[in-house]
């Protein structure tokens, strides 16, 4: 009988020990993936290289930029990206916000970029959230991008 | 030797059990206690209960409005929400996606506003994108909110 209690409490233990570990594995571990996957980039952006860009998007993102309706498609996301590779935009991100969970990620922070529009300097700034997905091979892809300024409206 | 094998099975068994729930209890079972909590949140809003709304937020929670910089102190968190509870403001959103993996949530869909704007009606429709943070009582609770606009920018 004694025994048998032993048995139960080693796998209890084992038990709690796996759940453990599935949580933590699901948990704040993968933060540094996903700010080294964020870096990676906005590395893409800042090379012009707008096809690697999009190679972060995971199959039905959508990209939320302002003024637009959502682009969904491979052409509306390609137009949504274009103005932040441009070879004249300097842009950069850095999230003050990573949240992990499972295959769900959040990154979340102020950017900074300056562009052409209709040949005249732009400097904006403002804030985004980026949701991610774990794929199946185990990298971090974008399915929701969203963000807006912190300028004052034209009027 | 064979009743030693057995035990770690046995225990191998109850592990993998125990992993397996609690991926599934961080998965997707958690997204209709989300759904649910996101159109709470709603009434609220169309309740014009401006304190009840603010409740839903999380302790550290940043409202992300567009042509403003992110609120974070309850000061700044109470004036981003005003126009959104406002007597006169007529306002619906429903995620069409929602993601919950642990503690961790994403809703996100289209919303339509029509408010007040110094005396001048305004009808404003765009997408948001809010991430929930499931807190100790088991309560989801936002911790990031950000909106734009769909709609052409004034020039």
Redesign the interface.
């Known amino acids: 009988m004694r025994f048998r209690i032993a ?1 139960v409490a ?3 233990a ?6 453990a ?3 933590k594995s ?2 704040g571990s993968a933060e540094p993936a996903l700010r080294a996957q964020e870096d990676a980039w906005l590395k893409a952006f800042q090379a012009h290289d707008l096809n690697k860009a999009l190679a972060f998007l995971a199959p039905g993102a ?1 990209a ?7 682009a969904k498609t491979q052409k509306e996301l390609h137009e949504a990206y274009v103005p932040l590779a441009s070879a004249d935009t300097k842009i950069n991100f850095k999230a003050d ?1 990573v ?8 990154t ?1 922070g ?1 950017y900074q970029i300056t562009m052409m529009d209709n040949g005249k300097k732009v400097d904006d700034k403002g ?3 980026t ?1 991610w ?1 774990k794929q199946a091979d185990g990298s971090w892809k974008v ?2 991008d ?10």
Chains 1, 2 share one sequence.
Not at 14 to 19: A, C, D, L, M, N
Not at 64 to 70: F, G, R, S, V
């Open positions: 048995i080693v796998c209890l084992v038990s709690t020990f796996g759940v570990q599935a949580k699901g948990g959508v939320m930029a302002p003024n637009a309706p959502p916000y949240a992990a969970s499972g295959d769900l990620g959040v979340s102020p804030k985004y959230v949701v997905k399915v929701r969203i963000f807006n300024s912190d300028m004052p409206a034209a009027h």
